[in-house]
């Protein structure tokens, strides 16, 4: 049975004056997919996912996200995925209630769907006593939670995660997963960048980057067999270290 392809990346390079961060990555992606997008620091893995959502223009190389042009589709990429970052997904000085409409207001989203999907939403949650309280009074686990719901509120065909769950405690890290399993096991297409190597273990296939090339791409178990290796963690530092 084949694959839907629902990522498609050619040679895709991202230049900054003569500093080559992305340096000629190809892969592909498949729908529904848990895909892991692993890197130290610098590696590049950051540029490459604002070049998929359409925040950064490439240099040069082709990539095709749910069926639109990097190119030339960029504003009908914005439509078709979700976005969630550690560093900013929410508005703190807006209440949870207000992100939700902010959002779903740029997303597209009616009126009354965006009524019917926030029912679900802090449902789902069990944070209805949470809606009108300011996103800043709220704990980091709980703020990442919400956004990842918000990112997928519209049902996009893909969500990219960066590094999600960075700064998070185990419980809450493990409560997110449960989250990532449910939105794959409904058709959504994971694309995840981590720090957190355990992490790797639960993704259907991992790509792990160094000085902004694709060093590997395989299965956990397939980069763990191929590298001699008992852990994720380990086939990281022999790729970092070009053992």
């Known amino acids: 049975m084949n694959k839907e392809i629902i990522i498609k990346v050619e040679n895709l390079t991202k230049k900054f004056g003569n500093f080559v961060a992305v340096d000629s990555i190809s892969f592909e992606v498949y729908k529904g997919e848990i895909f892991g997008f692993l890197g130290a620091n ?3 893995k950051t540029t490459a996912i604002k070049m998929l959502i359409a925040l950064h223009s490439p240099s040069s190389g082709k990539a095709n996200v749910a069926g639109f042009d990097v190119f030339k589709e960029s504003e009908k990429i914005k439509k078709n995925i979700g976005y969630m970052s550690q560093k900013f997904s929410l508005y703190e000085d807006l209440t949870v209630q207000e992100n939700i409409n ?16 926030s029912e679900i939403l802090f449902k789902e949650l069990g944070i209805e006593e949470f809606r009108n309280e300011m996103v800043v009074s709220l704990p980091l686990g709980w703020k990442q939670k919400i956004a990842f719901s918000i990112a997928v509120i519209h049902n996009p065909s893909i969500v990219f995660l960066d590094e999600p ?6 419980i809450t890290r493990r409560q997110f997963w449960e989250m990532i399993y449910k939105a794959a096991h409904n058709g959504t297409t994971i ?9 790797a273990e639960y993704c259907d296939r991992v790509s792990i980057m160094v000085d902004g090339k694709i060093a590997d791409l395989d ?4 980069l763990k067999n191929k590298h001699n290796a008992k852990s994720m963690d380990e086939v990281f530092i022999k790729l970092a270290r070009g053992l």
């Open 42 to 44: 610098g590696a590049g």
């Open 102 to 117: 902010f959002y779903g207001g740029i997303y597209g989203l009616s009126k009354k769907e965006l009524k019917e999907k």
């Open 165 to 170: 769950t960075g700064g998070v405690d185990p």
């Open 191 to 199: 694309f995840v960048t981590t720090h957190y190597m355990d992490e």
């Open 219 to 222: 299965t956990p178990q397939m």
